[in-house]
């Protein structure tokens, strides 16, 4: 077995079990070990799949990229993950896409902060993350992991969007009625003070964190 084939194993394993653990094995594992303890699982397979990808990655050969990223690409990219920075801040607080653990959701009302760009915010984040990083490390295991990040990212978001409605019904439509799929898909918003500082905050550190660790320098450290 090559490195790039295993590689491409793991990314799928990583996928493949959250669709799996978080669609139809859900209910009846829930049901049979209680939720703390599916909750514990589901952590563990999670962790050991993508501890297994950033593994295989790194066993992958050096290769040269499909394309250079320029000056222009770079730019791109850090807005890109800047934006993805402050939907992640913003959506820890009343995301009524999390798990309601009373199986019960209440009416929400008009979208706020970040959820007024998107009602995913979270999951953008994550596919604004690979996306960028798909830009600028466009080797044969970058778009492997990235495009793994990328896809339980987003058909997990359309996923989501599907089994809230048959949970919860008109509220979960009214909610999402209000709110896009795709950021900014009804127009330009602001994100929230508190989500756009933390955000901010959050992409400093962790583009600053990226070249002191010793990879390439990120975002504005960049240029």
Known sequence: MTPLLQLEIAAAAFVGSHFILSHPLRAPLV????EKAFLGVYSLVAFATLGWMVWAARQVPAAAPKWEAGTALWILA?????????????SHKGNPALPHPDQAMKPVGEPWGVFRITRH????GFALWAIAHAIVNSTPSGLIVS??????ALVGAAL?????SRLYGNNWD???GNTSYIPFGRGLAWPGTMAFVAG??????A???HGALGYRPAGFWAF
């Not at 495009?147 to 339980?152: I, N, S």
């Open 31 to 34: 049901k049979a070990m209680g």
């Open 78 to 90: 850090s807005l890109m993950v800047w934006l993805g920075s402050i939907l992640f801040a913003g």
């Open 121 to 124: 915010p979270m999951m953008w």
């Open 147 to 152: 495009e793994a990040v990328g896809v339980l």
């Open 160 to 164: 989501q969007d599907r089994k809230k």
């Open 174 to 176: 009214a909610w999402a």
């Open 200 to 205: 901010t905050l959050l992409f400093f550190v």
């Open 207 to 209: 583009t600053w964190a």
